[in-house]
């Protein structure tokens, strides 16, 4: 059974930096597309990061509001996903899942597996 465990949130200031981790155990990311997603209270889950498979390429997909500031990235000697942030802002304030699936459509729909998130706070 796959277990994933975030870890790498925390307070920062805006214009800060942090790298977010998501170590595997039970899957092999490398063999599955991975995402960050994010919940805001009162707001819609939102997938600000995606990295496909090893074999379809390791693409990767961000979004919009993300996009130059966030990078995702994967560790397939440690079974690790990465995201690091940079220059972040207020509104990237969520609990911040990962999420691995055989194929990118059960990332973005959910249906994957998950971890249990890491909360990031930015502050003004």
Do not use: H
């Not at 277990?3 to 092999?28: M, P």
């Not at 995201?83 to 055989?102: E, G, H, I």
């Amino acid at each position: 059974q796959a277990q994933l465990v975030e870890s790498g949130g925390g307070l920062v200031k805006a214009g800060g930096s942090l790298r977010l981790s998501c170590s595997g155990t039970g899957i092999t990311f490398s063999d599955n597309a991975v995402g960050w997603i994010r919940q805001a209270p009162g707001k819609e889950r939102e997938v600000v990061a995606t990295i496909t498979s090893v074999t379809t390429g390791e693409s990767t997909v961000y979004e919009k509001s993300v996009e130059g500031r966030f990078t995702i990235s994967r560790d397939n000697i440690k079974n690790i996903v990465y995201l690091q942030m940079n220059d972040l802002k207020p509104d990237d304030t969520a609990v911040y899942y990962c999420s691995a699936a055989r194929l990118l459509l059960g990332v973005i729909t959910g249906t994957g597996s998950w971890g249990q998130g890491t909360q990031v706070t930015v502050s003004p």
